[in-house]
């Protein structure tokens, strides 16, 4: 069923901001969210992240391990996030039936745009992030 697929959010970091696009049709009080969508049959949750940072804010970039895994406490729905380096580009709403904004977002921001809480292995990992 398709409701059941799981959904890989790319996490990425650089320079002390952090990727997010803002919703063009908010769930509940989700707006700000990272890149992130169904994973597709046959597809890795490391491609269908990096696919995502592409489809909906322009930019690439490559994965580079499973952070965690958990219910969306908004949606519901089964999210895989996965820790991203950024190649090139800058955030642009690259499919507007879906994303609003792509912005770089300082960190000490993060947390008050994503309701619900921003998922502690992220958090710890967007702590942790290099510089770069």
């Known amino acids: 069923m398709d409701a059941d697929r799981l959904i890989a959010g790319a996490v990425v970091a650089l320079e002390g901001r952090v990727l997010l696009i803002r919703r063009a049709v908010p769930v509940g009080d989700l ?47 089964r999210v895989a996030y996965v820790a991203c380096r950024w190649v090139s580009g800058d955030p642009r709403v690259a499919s507007s039936r879906e994303v609003a904004e792509a912005a770089w977002v300082p960190l000490g921001e993060v947390t008050e ?9 992220v958090r710890r990992y967007l702590d942790e992030a290099p510089p770069r």
Request: charged content about 25%; cysteine-free; glycine content about 14%.
């Open 31 to 77: 707006v700000w969210q990272f890149p992130a969508g169904k994973v597709d049959v046959g597809e890795s949750v490391e491609e269908a992240a990096v696919r995502e940072a592409s489809e909906e804010a322009g930019v690439v970039v490559e994965s580079a391990w499973v952070i965690g895994e958990r219910t969306h406490p908004v949606t519901g729905r």
């Open 113 to 121: 745009r994503i309701p619900g809480g921003v998922f502690g292995p």
